[in-house]
Nanobody, 118 residues
Framework: VVLVESGGGLVQPGGSLRLSCAVS????????MNWYRQAPGKQRELVAA????????NYADSVQGRFTIFRDNAQNTMDLQMNSLKVEDTAVYHC????????????WGQGTQVTVSS
């Protein structure tokens, strides 16, 4: 199973970035997908979540209204559109694939750095 994030970078406050997560090696359409982030010295935070068929999404209060999570089950990809970025959004962003059944499975990408700075 491989999850590969892309799209991170340096952006000024108020700017936008779109992160992508390409997934292979699992049945993508049965996994809930999540974006987490971790800033230096802080705990990992769940930023956005989308259910397996895309019918439901959830966001951290800190990003509600600014970030949008998407998935394409035909392409095995998940995106995070981030608008109105703030300095406090600076972190390494990781995609996560989660399956909850009789046995739970979690897979993680290596992460992509997002830096918001003027």
């Amino acid at each position: 199973v491989v999850l590969v994030e892309s799209g991170g970078g340096l952006v000024q406050p108020g700017g936008s970035l779109r992160l992508s997560c390409a997934v292979s090696g699992l049945t993508f359409s049965i996994y809930d997908m999540n974006w987490y982030r971790q800033a230096p010295g802080k705990q990992r935070e769940l930023v956005a979540a989308i259910t397996s068929r895309g019918g439901s999404t959830n966001y951290a209060d800190s990003v509600q209204g600014r970030f949008t999570i998407f998935r394409d089950n035909a392409q095995n990809t998940m995106d995070l559109q981030m608008n109105s970025l703030k300095v406090e959004d600076t972190a390494v962003y990781h995609c996560n694939a989660h399956y909850e059944g009789r046995v739970s499975y979690d897979y993680w990408g290596q992460g992509t750095q997002v830096t918001v700075s003027s």
